[in-house]
Every structure is written in structure tokens, then in C-alpha cells.
């Protein structure tokens, strides 16, 4: 019979591409998992799992038991934050997923509103940048993602979606920068020089925006750590557009941020299921987050 256990089990090997992984984060062992799926493919008959090199694949069969998992277990989690509203509680676990930046700014000062206000909360944090962040969500794996997007990029179908505040994206230079004194510097400014790029969301973005002024940018350097991007443009490796809200997790005094023209922006925004909203636990959360990101909207 499949099981809910099952279905986690189908879910985390679908999203990490291998038995041991799975078995580490579902706290099992590898040859658990094994006979797990090897018991479920007797039961059905077919094998649901090959072996390509180091990573499995999904058969058909397979690969429709992880779509249904990821629905009935999205399901089963709105059902139960549901009960949770009909019962009123103020306790229990809010699973939240973060971008790397947001997550050293704005949710520091949320969880601890929460906290004071509601000891009985418990808060889990994972870090992740769109769209994985997004699916997460919609697969049910977390309640409320915090989030950003270019305001080129199209709404998550399905999902809620408030907005928080505008972050305004500034050029990134080394202190002793030709344009260091500037008061504000344009994308053809830079033109010519070597770029150090971001996350793949950003990188596609520095990309688009480059070419809309005119040029394709000479990406020398990528990296989805924030602290990274800051250390290679203080090396002289290149510039870059960054956020203003990276800065404020982290800024380094052997580089100088100067405001872009035109001007160009992110939206930071939080992600959730309808339903969810309903439940105290949730919403509570949403609030803190809103008191948080009203003061840094107003910088």
C-alpha cells in the first residue's frame, strides 16, 4: 500500500538525484530506501527507478508517482495548517525559504517579533533562490518563501503573492575605480569592463539589461555568494549591479556602491498558497515580515 512515507521518500529522491542523499535528509539509511523502492515496484508490478551513471532516473510509472506525491503531499500540509486555523493555534511550525541576502536582513528581526509576541511559534529556515524557492512552496515543502523577482519576470500562477518593498540595484566598483567618485554611473559607463555576476535569476537579468544599452557584458566571474561577489570586485576582477539590500547584510570598505541611470530595481516579495493565509501560525509570520520590510522600504 503507498504510504505517505512513500511519497516523501519518492519526492526527495526526485529532488536530489540519488538514494544516499535522500536517505541523509529523510534521516534513513541508503539501503532503506532501497527496499523501499524496490518493495513498491513489486507492489506495482514495474520498476519505477534506472540507474544513469551516479544519478537515478524515474521511469513513467516513476515519474508519475512523484508528480501525484508532490500534490497529495502539498495537499496533506494545507490540510493540516488548516485544521490548525479551525483550532485557532497560535503554536506550531512555520517552514520558511529564503534568498541568501533576505535571509541575513529581514528575517533576523522578524523571528524575533515573533518569538517575543508568540513564544509558541517555531520557525525553520532553508535558503534558496528563485524559482527553487517558489516550487517549494507549491510543492509543499515549505509555507512561505521570501523571494524576489525583476519586474520582467511573470507572476507564480496559482500561488499568493505580496509584495514587501522595491530594492534598488546599484553598480558595485573597487575603491580605486576610475568612476569610484562618480555620483552616479550608466551601463555604458561599464561597457568594457569584466563583470562578476550573481545567481542565475541575476545573471540572466545583468544579461538583459546590458544588451537593452547595447552591449553583451564580458562575465569573467559567477557566484551565488554574496560575500564572493563583493571580494572579486574589491580584487579588481570586475564590476558589478547589485542589490542594495546584499549591502546591507555585508559591505566590504574596499568597494564603493554608486546609484545606476536610469535606474533599476528588484521587487522582494513573499510566496504562498491561498489557504495558508488563513492560518494564525502563517499569518503571524506574514505580519512580522511586512513590519520588517516597511522599514527598509523606507531607507
Known sequence: MLELRHLRMLREIARTGSYSAAAANLGYTQPAISQQVKALERVYGTPLLVRLGRRMRFTEAGAELVRSAQVILAGVAAAEQRVDAIAGRRSGRVRLVVFPSGSATLVPPAAAQVRREHP????????????????????????????????????????????????????????GHRLAEAESVSLTDLAEEQWIAGCAVCRGHLVRICQAAGFDPEITFATDDNLAVQALVAADLGVAVVP?????????????????????????????????????????????LRRVARTVGAR
Open 120 to 175: 509558541g511559534i517555531r520557525m525553520s529556515l532553508v535558503e534558496a533562490e528563485p524559482p527553487e524557492s517558489i516550487e517549494l512552496v507549491r510543492s509543499g515543502e515549505c509555507d512561505l518563501a521570501l523571494t524576489f523577482a525583476f519586474v520582467d519576470e511573470p507572476d507564480a500562477a496559482g500561488l499568493l503573492r505580496v509584495r514587501l518593498f522595491t530594492d534598488p540595484l546599484v553598480a558595485l566598483l573597487p575603491s
Open 244 to 288: 542594495e539590500l546584499m549591502l546591507t547584510a555585508a559591505w566590504r570598505p574596499d568597494t564603493v556602491s554608486r546609484p545606476v541611470h536610469p535606474a533599476m530595481c528588484r521587487e522582494v516579495f513573499l510566496y504562498t498558497w491561498p489557504d495558508l493565509m488563513g492560518v494564525p501560525t502563517v499569518r503571524t509570520t506574514v505580519s512580522a
